[in-house]
Every structure is written in C-alpha cells, then in structure tokens.
DNA sequence: TATAACTCCTGAAGGC
DNA sequence: TGCCTTCAGGAGTTAT
C-alpha cells in the first residue's frame, strides 16, 4: 500500500522525468478518478497548456504545482503513476483510469485497480510554516484539500516534541492517533505496525496513558521506520505499489510485525498476534508490546 | 468539538 | 468449474 515512502519515491520519480513539461491533455476513464476533483472531468481541461513547477508532496498527498494552480494526488490503496518516456509506449492496462499528455511525447499513466486513489484539480492557499501549531511568522502554499494535513515525520520542520504534546491531548489510542493524518501524516497501518513493535507500545493504548518518554521513542522510531523504508524504495507486497518505472521496493523483507502474525516474534519467541482493528489487521507482539503499562 | 463507525471499491484467495 | 464469502485499507462522511 503506497504510504509516505512509496508516495515520496514517486514524487521523486515524477520531478526528475517531468519537471518543466507542458500538459497537452488530461484524459480520465474512470469517474471515481476525478470524483474530487473541481468541474469534474471537464475541469482538467484548465491544465492544458500549462507547465509542472513542482512536484511536491505532504504525507501521502502529491500536486503538481502548474503556474498556481494544483493537480493534486492521491493513490489510495493500489494507485500508481506511470511515466512513459518520448517514443516508449504506453499502452492500455484493464486498470487505467487517467492519462496525462505532455508536449514532449511523454505520458503519466494512472493507474488504481480498487478505485480509492483520485486526481484532483485545486487552488493552492496559504498555510502557517509551523501547521498545526499555527503559531508561525511564515507560510507555504498548499492545496486547499491538503490544507488540513499535519506535517509528516520526514518534513524537516517536523517538532516532535510538539507531537508528543499533541498527541498527549488526545483521548483514543495511540494506533488511532497515528493514522489520524491531522496529527501527523504520513503513516499508514503497515509501519504503524512497525513503528509500535519498535518502541514496544501496545497499538491499543491509551495516548493519554503514555509517557513523553515513550511518545518521543514512538515519533523516533516511526520517522526512522520511514528513512529505512524510502531507502529500500518502499514497501511492495504484489504489484500494487511500483515506482515510477514500474518497479517495486525491497523493505517487506524487513518488515517484523505487519503481517506476520502467528509467527514467533524476533525478539522473543512468542506468537505474535493479529487482531482487527478499525475495520484493519493490527499485528503486535503480546509479550513485547504488553496492553498493560509496566510503568 | 472530539471521537468512533461507516462507506466507497476491486480482485485475490479460500471454502464448498 | 463456478459461486459465494472474506479480506485488504485511506480518507471523507455521518453518527454519537
């Protein structure tokens, strides 16, 4: 499933193949693709025409920035964005739900085989550098949808101490909050999986029942999880997730607690446990990330 | 206002 | 072989 890594090896992918291209035609095959997207399918005609400034990227969300105006992304559970190079074809595919022309020959496939990921045309809006503190002198510009977005770990302006506080606010569990992408984004269940078995925290937790101490364990962790998971490439399980060239990644050989249950946990050898967990799997160690505090 | 539950969707896998 | 059920899960919407 594409999370902040995945997302990021693509936006690298797309800003070293596309930047400065001119958009010739957008062409949409599927409605859920641009059912979030304004004037609909008609609405991407605006981008004609127009060159790709930038492409950035917030947690799991990506835009092309286009002279001001955001084609923004979102691959979902199994979207991928497919660049064919000038006179390399880019032929149809049972999955293909949008095409971006370029004037230069080249070609964006978008391609989403459970229809949860969209493309979507916005305007940009200004957002405190310091979001979600919203205390800052300075702002960015960020697509109106991804506005409510808390910064991911990997964002260098990240606080983790002001996460660990905000997060201390809450009263839910901790797995929860960490999906919860107005919190911080980035994350999803597989290295929330990941990220819980390392600092040794129960994904049921109460946030408000933890330590700081184990809070900022929990935020160094997870940031380091997504470090070594972007230098492997990401995480690919089938062909769901590829990269840009339709590659995939090397990190599920290192996974140690998503999708691993019933099998002997590393560290100590007992089975480690799959529960559902918000309409999700949630995989954690019973001995290692015990649901009672020892503290 | 904060939190939890529901919903969308497709295709693989397993059971019968 | 074919049908049915279950499972996977990001994020917006709706309910509490």
């Known amino acids: 499933m594409p999370e902040l890594p995945e997302v990021e090896v693509v936006r690298a992918g797309l800003e070293r193949l596309t930047l400065g291209a001119t958009v010739t035609e957008i062409t949409t095959f599927h409605p859920r693709a641009v ?49 064919s190079r000038p006179g390399v074809p880019a032929p149809d595919h049972p999955h293909l739900r949008a095409r971006i022309d370029f004037a230069d020959g080249t070609v964006i496939r978008f391609l989403d085989q459970r229809t949860f990921g969209y493309l979507q045309r916005s305007s940009l809006t200004e957002v405190p550098d310091d979001f979600p503190a919203g205390q800052g ?25 002001a996460l660990s506080k905000r997060t201390r606010t809450k009263r839910t569990e901790i797995k929860r909050a960490m999906l919860d992408q107005t919190l911080v984004s980035g994350l999803g269940n597989i290295y929330c999986d990941e990220a819980l078995y390392r600092a040794r925290i129960n994904p049921r937790r109460k946030t408000n029942g933890l330590s700081y101490a184990q809070l900022d364990e929990l935020w160094h962790q997870s940031r380091e999880v997504l470090r070594e998971a972007l ?3 990401g995480t690919s399980f089938d062909s769901l997730y590829v990269n840009v060239n339709g590659s995939s990644g090397y990190f599920s050989r290192s996974l140690n607690a998503y999708g691993q249950g019933g099998k002997p946990c590393g560290r100590c050898g007992a089975i480690m446990r799959k529960i559902q967990f918000m309409n999700r799997s949630s995989t954690y160690c019973p001995i290692c990330q015990p649901f009672a505090s020892r503290t």
């Open 35 to 83: 059912r979030r997207s304004e004037g609909g399918p008609e609405g991407l005609t605006a981008f004609s025409g127009r060159s790709i400034d930038s492409v950035a990227r917030r947690g799991k969300f990506l835009w092309f920035d286009m002279d001001g105006m955001a084609l923004n992304v979102h691959l979902g559970m199994s979207g991928q964005l497919l660049v």
């Open 231 to 233: 230098l492997a490439g």
């Open 137 to 161: 002198t300075t702002s960015r510009l960020i697509p109106v949808p991804v506005a409510h977005i808390a910064r991911d770990l990997l964002d260098p302006g990240c606080d983790l101490v």
